[in-house]
Each structure stands twice: as C-alpha cells, then as structure tokens.
Nanobody, 115 residues
Framework: QVQLVESGGGLVQPGGSLRLSCTASGSLFSLYAMGWYRQAPGKQRELVATITRGSSTSYVDSVKGRFTISRDNAKNTVYLQMNSLKPEDTAVYYC?????????WGQGTQVTVSS
C-alpha cells in the first residue's frame, strides 16, 4: 500500500500563497493519477485538482486561475501551488493517489487563510 505524506500547510493572510507537497512511497508513482481534496469544517470533502499520469490537469471552478497542480515523478511528489488565497480556501487538504483499484489518502495538512 502506498504511503502519502503531505506538507506545506499553515496560516496565511488573504491574498497570500502556499505550496503544498505530497510525497509517495514506492516506485510506482509515475503510474498514479494524483489529486488534492479539501474538507472545511462542517462540509463534505471536495475535489480541488487532479493530474493524470500524463500530466493532464483539472480544477474545481472555485480555484481555477489561482491554484496549479503539478508533479515531479523523479521525486515521487505532487504539488499544489495556491495563490491569491481566500478565507473560503480554509480547510484540511488531502492528497490522493489512484491506480486501477488501488486508492490511498494522505493524513491531511491544515490551510488557514485569515487576517
């Protein structure tokens, strides 16, 4: 089972930026479709961004033009660059990996956008 470890969360002011990282164990990272999800208090977990193993990307409408997902297969790492952050981006962000029937989640990293 692949292990995913996220980092990069924290407290940032509105309009600021953060970059989240998620590093996977093992040697099959390049075959995984990767995604970032988030869950705000009292809300359901939502898909934020995805990147296929061919590096095609997709985003939820609320983050388009502000967030960028990317991957570095040599480092077994997927990133989420978050710019122009808003208070409504506050949530726990989770990394997700999928290949065929295998699916794995990271432990989550807190992002808080507040002045």
């Amino acid at each position: 089972q692949v292990q995913l470890v996220e980092s990069g969360g924290g407290l940032v002011q509105p309009g600021g930026s953060l970059r989240l990282s998620c590093t996977a164990s093992g040697s099959l990272f390049s075959l995984y479709a990767m995604g970032w999800y988030r869950q705000a208090p009292g809300k359901q977990r939502e898909l934020v961004a995805t990147i296929t193993r061919g590096s095609s990307t997709s985003y939820v409408d609320s983050v388009k033009g502000r967030f960028t997902i990317s991957r570095d297969n040599a480092k077994n790492t997927v990133y989420l660059q978050m710019n122009s952050l808003k208070p409504e981006d506050t949530a726990v962000y989770y990394c997700h990996a999928q290949m065929a029937t295998m699916t794995a989640w990271g432990q989550g990293t807190q992002v808080t956008v507040s002045s």
